[in-house]
């Protein structure tokens, strides 16, 4: 999931980590109070990373901008 651009790289980087430990959590059927803190941290994490890079792409007049950013809302 690497864009090229490092501080996005970063965040792409911590979602796979998320959806690992979700993804553990769930195999080794973990109690359902820490898969929902899990889940919880990911939606976080997803809302954090999609407002920062629909800013970023306002900021460098991105022209895909509102496609991308509708993507991001389905």
Avoid: C
């Avoid at 898969?35 to 890079?53: A, C, G, P, S």
């Amino acid at each position: 999931m690497s864009v090229g651009i490092f501080e996005i790289d970063e965040e792409h980087q911590t979602f796979i980590h998320l959806v690992n430990e979700l993804n553990r959590a769930l195999t080794e059927r973990t109690n359902l109070e820490e898969i929902r803190n899990k889940i919880q941290l990911l939606i976080y994490d997803v809302i954090l990373h999609f407002t920062h890079e629909e800013r970023l792409f306002k900021e460098w007049h991105y022209p895909d901008a509102d496609d991308h950013a509708s993507k991001h809302a389905d």
